[in-house]
């Protein structure tokens, strides 16, 4: 029986994939910041949105769209650029959200409440589709380890469902110990310095975007 991947190399992706799943960078930055902004759910919703964005990248890689990204790298460029500045946005909208007086910080409060499931799976969808770790590993991370004597397409199945296996892991660890932090959000001061904290890592996300694009 013929396997879909070559054991060797397929072991050696996955202690790769290991160690860049659990690296911080800009997903994890953001599940964290989900989760402490709009608790555990919204971290689940905002995980399953960057992951789809994975697996949108790896049909593209399959239809030979990923080799265009990497050969014409502007694009890729601009998407980052655009995914960044979404961050900033929402990293700026959360500190002015923080630093609101009482009663309306009390209303906004409301409204990321009320708009969190329909916006979470959004927003990490936008984060991974613009995370330049993405083209770093269809463009130099990925290709080393597929065996060019074997059908392509098992090999980025095989390949997709442990690259997203273990960013689901990392990124819901990520995103569920920053919703442990939310249990104090009825607490006036602490929910001023949270929206801060949380502004301040998506921010940080948007840098480290803009930094490795």
């Given at each position: 029986m013929v396997l879909l991947v070559d054991p060797a190399r397929y072991s050696a992706f996955l202690a790769a994939m290991f160690v860049m799943?659990?690296?911080?960078?800009?997903?994890?930055?953001f599940a964290i910041a989900t989760g402490m902004e709009k608790g555990k759910g919204a971290a689940l919703l905002?995980?399953?949105?960057?992951?789809?964005?994975?697996?949108?990248?790896f049909v593209f890689a399959a239809l030979g769209l990923g080799a265009l990204i990497a050969a014409f790298p502007a694009a890729f460029h601009v998407l980052a650029l655009a995914g960044a500045a979404y961050l900033v946005w929402?990293?700026?909208?959360?500190?002015?959200g923080a630093l609101k007086p009482a009663n309306a910080e009390g209303q906004a409060l409301a409204g990321v409440k009320m708009s969190s499931t329909r916006s979470?799976?959004?927003d990490g969808f936008a984060v991974q589709i613009a995370n330049p770790k993405i083209l770093l590993f269809?463009?130099?991370?990925?290709?080393?380890?597929?065996?060019?004597?074997?059908?392509?397409?098992?090999?980025l199945v095989m390949f997709a469902a442990a690259t997203i296996g273990m960013d689901l892991i990392s990124m819901?660890?990520?995103?569920?110990?920053?919703?442990?932090?939310?249990?104090?959000?009825?607490?006036p001061g602490f929910r001023k310095g949270f929206g801060i904290v949380v502004g301040i890592l998506?921010?940080?996300a948007a840098g480290l975007i803009v930094a490795r694009g």
């Open positions: 799943a659990i690296t911080p960078g800009p997903a994890n930055l905002g995980v399953v949105g960057m992951n789809t964005a994975s697996l949108v990248w929402l990293g700026v909208k959360s500190i002015r979470a799976f959004r269809f463009g130099a991370v990925l290709p080393p380890f597929i065996d060019v004597q074997r059908p392509l397409v098992p090999q819901s660890a990520y995103g569920l110990g920053g919703a442990a932090l939310a249990s104090r959000m009825n607490e998506l921010i940080t």
